[in-house]
């Protein structure tokens, strides 16, 4: 029953690194997503998957990068970390997109802080 | 384009108080509407949803309507425990969106004892 497990659960990075998030599903769902959760504003997509081989920009994509090599995992690296990067990042996967009959599935979360 | 407007939070109730959280959308058609709660430390998960006007969404006690008239999806519950404190997203999903959701900014429930 693990459905999506994202790693690490925190992370520190001092401006001008990189590091990938990492992001698995379980569940063979074809579409997954990649979201940032800030203070006020709710959940903002940076990008997300129809599927293996498939990516494609949300509202938010400067400053990410993502690939889809298996269904099962959903990579989003940041190239040069910038304080605005400073944020709570989701990882939620479905069978469809975000359609009615097909809700949404997300992991726990990773903490990001950018000093 | 469409959007999501939640009532701001925190909301504060006592425990067993009758709740109410806003939740007004725009949108061209019929979307389908949602409800989404975050408890502390977790991610969301779906509390429940409704696909066209009058459609009553429910689940763990919580009901939503799906008001066509007044573009609205308010959640309701008539008796609030302390486990439900967390943060409630309102979502719609729609054609004109490629059905990727559009999401209100939340609203943090705190339920006292």
């Known amino acids: 029953n693990a459905g999506v497990t994202q790693t690490p659960k925190f992370q520190v990075l001092k401006t001008g690194q990189s590091m990938t998030l990492q992001c698995a599903q379980d569940?063979?769902?074809?579409?997954m997503s990649w979201y940032r959760q800030d203070p006020g504003m709710g959940l903002r997509l940076i990008h997300y998957?129809?599927?293996?081989?498939?990516?494609d920009q949300g509202e938010v994509p400067n400053g990410y990068n993502v690939s889809r090599s298996t269904t099962e995992d959903f990579p989003l690296r940041l190239l040069s970390a910038a304080p605005s990067q400073t944020s709570v990042y989701f990882c939620?996967?479905?069978?469809?997109?975000?359609?009615?009959?097909?809700?949404?599935?997300f992991g726990n979360g990773t903490r990001l802080t950018v000093t | 384009g469409n959007s999501v407007t939640q009532m701001e939070g925190p909301v504060t109730l006592s425990e067993e108080a009758f709740l109410t959280i806003n939740c007004t959308y725009t949108?061209?058609?019929?979307?389908?509407l949602f409800w989404y709660v975050q408890y502390p430390g977790e991610g969301l998960q779906l509390l429940l949803k409704?696909?066209?006007a009058d459609d009553k969404g429910s689940n763990k006690g919580f009901e939503a309507t799906y008001r066509k008239e007044t573009t609205s999806f308010h959640l309701e519950k008539g008796s609030v425990q302390v486990s439900d404190s967390a943060v409630y997203f309102c979502?719609?999903?729609?054609?004109?969106?490629?059905?990727?959701?559009?999401w209100g900014a939340g609203t943090k429930l705190i339920i006292k004892p």
């Open positions: 939620a996967s479905s069978s469809q997109g975000g359609s009615y009959n097909s809700p949404l599935h």
């Open positions: 998957s129809v599927g293996a081989g498939i990516t």
């Open positions: 979502a719609l999903s729609g054609w004109d969106s490629n059905y990727q959701l559009i």
């Open positions: 409704a696909t066209k």
């Open positions: 949108a061209t058609g019929y979307p389908s």
């Open positions: 569940m063979n769902h074809e579409y």
